[in-house]
């Protein structure tokens, strides 16, 4: 079966000449959305785990994680080329002199980028000039992973994300200015969302250069805020097919060359209440691909007729 999409993997071998694999690395932190400093309680949908749930201990060192790791995923996929991925809660929120440690680990031979999971409220110019005389010197590739999800701050604020879209428009600008790659996270199946809302989270993406884009669909995971609204029937999730329609209309609008990461995500059975409507991850992402090519659809086919009918008037 073809692809329709520029997938990840792709990416990864038109850049670096082979199969890249991540290496997933946790640190014991928090974000500005539970401690306070922007709102308290975290993201409605987001676990005391932060985002992961196959990451090592965070008592280990950030060489250990990558050694364990490397070894475990290198000898399974007979990968020899790695990105750090700092994966889970906010990666940029800390000092600038622990923020430099963290990275100055993964100067590794077999590391060719280090990829940063954070906040749009968290990218702060200081880490940003650091990271690009790191990246000189060592010859690593520099990615930061925003949390964007919708570009609807109406739904923003019932996420608890407490940052909107103005932060990540400007978040994105600073990132920019390093001509480092960003990758957007974005949930497709947000039950306060309509098509529109999804068009136009695809189009802010590429009006910011965003290169990379993570989709997901919206997990109920157990002993969170969410969780409680859905026991509460407070929303109602959408259904797979409209996850599915709201998936390939986001990849006909994103440009050709962005890669994406995912088409759908994956929690653990046992700690969620709703998970891709009880069915598998690869068959959500089959279902989209057989229907985008039976279809004739690609990625970008409608960003290109967008700006086409702009330019007419249509």
């Given amino acids: 079966m073809s692809s329709p999409y520029y997938s990840i993997s792709e990416y990864y071998k038109d850049t670096y000449g082979e199969k890249v694999y991540k290496l997933p690395i946790k640190l014991s932190l928090t974000c500005p959305n539970r401690d306070g400093a922007a ?22 060192t950030v060489e250990e994680q990558l050694e364990e790791n490397k070894s475990y995923i290198g000898s399974r996929y007979k990968a020899k080329k790695f990105i750090a991925y700092f994966q889970n809660f906010t990666n940029t929120y800390m000092s600038l002199d622990e923020f430099k440690e963290i990275i ?12 940063i999971s954070t906040r749009s409220d968290s990218v702060t110019e200081d880490k940003l000039i650091f990271l690009n005389e790191w990246s000189k010197e060592t010859g690593k590739d520099i990615i930061f992973e925003l949390g964007l999800q919708t570009a609807n701050y109406k739904t923003l604020e019932i996420l608890n994300r407490g940052e909107d879209l103005a932060d990540f428009i400007y978040a994105c600008n600073l990132i920019n200015k390093y001509n480092f790659r960003i990758c957007t996270h974005v949930i497709l199946s947000l039950p306060w969302d309509d098509i529109k809302d999804v068009r136009q989270t695809a ?6 250069g965003v290169k990379e884009v993570k989709v997901h669909s919206l997990f109920v995971i157990k002993d969170t805020k969410l969780y409680q609204m859905y026991k509460n029937n407070e929303f109602t999730m959408p259904s797979k097919q409209e996850y599915e329609e709201n998936v390939i209309e986001f990849l006909r609008l994103i440009k050709k060359d962005v890669a994406v990461q995912r088409l759908v995500g994956r929690a653990p059975q046992e700690e969620t209440a709703f998970c891709n409507w009880d069915t598998s991850w690869w068959a959500i992402r089959d279902e989209i691909v057989e229907i985008m090519n039976n279809n004739g659809f690609v990625q970008g086919d409608k960003s290109e007729r967008i700006i086409y009918d702009k330019i007419k008037g249509v």
């Fill in 39 to 60: 709102c308290y309680g975290g993201c409605i949908f987001c676990s005391e785990s932060g985002g992961s749930f196959e990451n090592l201990p965070s008592y280990l």
């Fill in 104 to 115: 100055k680990a993964c100067n590794k031979d077999y590391i060719v980028a280090v990829s």
């Fill in 203 to 208: 189009k802010i993406i590429n009006a910011l």
